[in-house]
């Protein structure tokens, strides 16, 4: 197979108007489904290094590079204070985008908190067949079962700038908290109304704050991505995946993005990795194509 470089090309690319911070988060200790999501971040970057920076359309990517700033380091003390502490000093400057590799979806607890502690307001919008809702999950309010909870119990967020996009599995303890929610897309809606009338009721609910991404690998249908923890059918196709962030990441000032609950050991063919890792290089394209347009922009 053809070796690129790191993540597409792009960490070759010098003087580019949108910097990009790569942290590997290889913890699945929140799950409570399958594990294997730990190693996610090292499949991810390996099929990253296939393809070269250039979109759908043929187009180079332009206006971005990518640091890749390793792994995480959780070996001792509390894994999400290490992610979070990694977090914070990666988007320090306040214009470097953060790009998080789970790892299961408790990293984004930390992720989106440190983006959310240096950009202040932000919007959280998660891709998910899971509202992640869950107030406490077997009393460890750090499952990846919470994320959404506990980020809003933190102040991260808010639950009315808050988007649930592409539902198709709920829990009872989770109602209330979705009810809460500034927008909520159950998969089937996505998949009747179209990529185009989701992405701009997300942008809507953006309100023009600074955006933070979270794609839970899991929103896709299991035909498409089987190598995850919790599959569940009826989700949306990979091209439908791509249709919606295409509509959504040009127009928002994106912050940060994580891929989560990749589990490659799940999935013999790989699919699920090559697959996220090209999601990625889309929504790369797309923070590309805003910060080439000048800081002034945003």
Do not use: K, N
């Amino acid at each position: 197979m053809r070796q690129i470089g790191g993540w597409f090309g792009l960490d070759r690319v010098a003087g580019a108007a949108r910097r990009v911070a790569v942290l590997g988060c290889p913890f699945d200790g929140a799950a409570t489904g399958r594990s294997g999501s730990a190693e996610g971040p090292a499949a991810i970057r390996q099929w990253s290094s296939t393809e070269e920076g250039i979109d759908e359309y043929g187009r180079p990517l332009s206006g971005i590079c990518v640091a890749d700033l390793g792994d995480v380091d959780a070996a001792d003390g509390s894994p999400l204070a290490a992610i979070r502490a990694a977090a914070t000093d990666a988007v320090a400057d306040g214009t470097t985008t953060l790009l998080g590799l789970g790892g299961d979806h408790a990293v984004s607890i930390a992720l989106a908190s440190a983006v959310a502690e240096q950009h202040g307001e932000i919007a959280f919008v998660m891709l998910d067949a899971h509202a992640d809702c869950f107030p406490d999950y077997d009393g460890d309010p750090e499952s990846h079962a919470c994320t959404v909870a506990r980020l809003w119990q933190l102040g991260a967020v808010r639950p009315e700038h808050t988007a649930l996009v592409g539902l198709r599995s709920y829990a009872t303890p989770e109602l209330e908290g979705i009810a809460g929610c500034g927008l909520v897309v159950p998969g089937a809606e996505w998949l009747a109304t179209g990529a185009e009338a989701v992405g701009r009721r997300v942008i809507e609910l953006a309100g023009g704050r600074p955006l933070y991404l979270s794609i839970d690998i899991d929103v896709l249908d299991p035909s498409a991505a089987p190598g995850t923890g919790y599959p569940v059918a009826g989700g949306v196709t990979s091209r439908q995946l791509l249709d919606l962030l295409a509509v959504i990441v040009p127009a928002c000032r994106v912050v940060g993005v994580d891929m989560v609950e990749v589990a490659p050991d799940l999935d013999a063919t790989d699919i699920t990795a090559a697959t996220a890792a090209h999601v990625l290089l889309q929504v790369l394209a797309g923070i590309g194509s805003r910060g080439s347009q000048g800081r002034a922009a945003e």
